[in-house]
């Protein structure tokens, strides 16, 4: 089965930058869309940034310039490097798989980790 787990989280101030890691397992790189999501308390979950199968990338007007994703499929870990924070990036990210790509649509990934914190300061 499919096995997502974030890491890289933590409390930075405005302006500074994180690493976010997603190690996946039990599915091929090659047919998965992997994507990054984020709710804030007392929001719905949004759209970050997603990758497809032929390395095409979509990201949240918000993040743009300052987020990017990417993947390492020899280490079946997927990343989203964040710099320029902003207090209002603060929330719980969440890593998504699935077997296709529908950018940004939180409806469409079945298999979800558990989350890692960011927290941004002013």
């Not at 558990?114 to 941004?120: F, H, L, P």
Request: glycine share 12%.
């Amino acid at each position: 089965q499919v096995q997502l787990v974030e890491s890289g989280g933590g409390s930075v101030q405005a302006g500074g930058s994180l690493r976010l890691s997603c190690a996946a397992s039990g599915y091929t790189w090659s047919s998965y869309c992997m994507g990054w999501f984020r709710q804030a308390p007392g929001k719905e979950r949004e759209g970050v940034a997603t990758i497809d199968s032929d390395g095409r990338t979509s990201y949240a007007d918000s993040v743009k310039g300052r987020f990017t994703i990417s993947r390492n499929s020899a280490k079946n870990t997927l990343y989203l490097r964040m710099s320029s924070l902003k207090p209002e990036d603060t929330a719980m990210y969440y890593c998504a798989a699935d077997t296709a790509c529908e950018p940004l649509w939180v409806g469409f990934f079945g298999y979800w980790g558990q989350g890692t914190q960011v927290t941004v300061s002013s």
